[in-house]
Each structure stands twice: as structure tokens, then as C-alpha cells.
């Protein structure tokens, strides 16, 4: 789809396959569109990517180069281990997790 990798590029809009559509919107794991979940608490305004009948690519709000929400989520865990004199602190992380994830614009 890409081509030789020769640098960062923006992922395409649509990804044959994705499983994006199964997606519960309003709670976890597979289900229906009809919840807000995504869309309002976490992934603001993102909800269309998640429209039935679609297969959008998982990363297609990306630009080239921008870290996933997994290496922010990864990045946010090293840092508060690095305050915690190197050790992982779980209820510490939970609710760092919980406030990243429902802060608009915090990710992409």
C-alpha cells in the first residue's frame, strides 16, 4: 500500500480489513454504534471512524510521523515511573491513564 519506506508518511483513510466497525461505541469489546463512549468521552470527535459499513485504518487521524495513542500511553508510564524514583505505581498510572484519555486534544 505504501511503497519502498523511505520515510514518515501519513496513513491512508481506509484499511481493507479493519475491524474498526465491530467496535462497541459505548462500552467495550464488539457491539453497536449507538454509544458515546468513544466519540465524547475518549476519541473526541472521532466517532465517524468507527461507522458501521466502513474500514477505516486505525491511524488515519495521523499525520506522518505522529506517535499512536499507544506510545503516548507508553511515554506517559516511563515518565511517572521516572517520578516515582523508577518504580511503577498502578493506582498512580490508572488515574494519569484515565485523565489523558478523557482530555481533548491530548492525542490524535
Not at 87 to 97: G, L, N
Request: hydrophobic share 30%.
Amino acid at each position: 500500500d505504501y511503497g519502498e519506506i523511505t520515510g514518515y508518511v501519513k496513513p491512508k483513510v481506509e484499511l481493507s480489513g479493519s475491524i474498526m466497525a465491530l467496535s462497541n461505541t459505548g462500552g467495550a469489546g464488539r457491539g453497536g454504534s449507538d454509544g458515546d463512549i468513544i466519540g465524547s468521552i475518549i476519541a473526541h470527535g472521532k466517532k465517524p471512524y468507527w461507522a458501521r459499513a466502513k474500514a477505516h485504518h486505525y491511524h488515519c487521524t495521523l499525520d506522518a510521523g505522529e506517535n499512536t495513542v499507544d506510545a503516548d500511553l507508553v511515554r506517559l508510564c516511563y515518565k511517572g515511573m521516572a517520578e516515582n524514583g523508577g518504580k511503577f505505581d498502578a493506582e498512580k498510572f490508572q488515574e494519569e491513564y484515565v485523565e489523558f484519555m478523557t482530555t481533548e486534544g491530548n492525542y490524535n
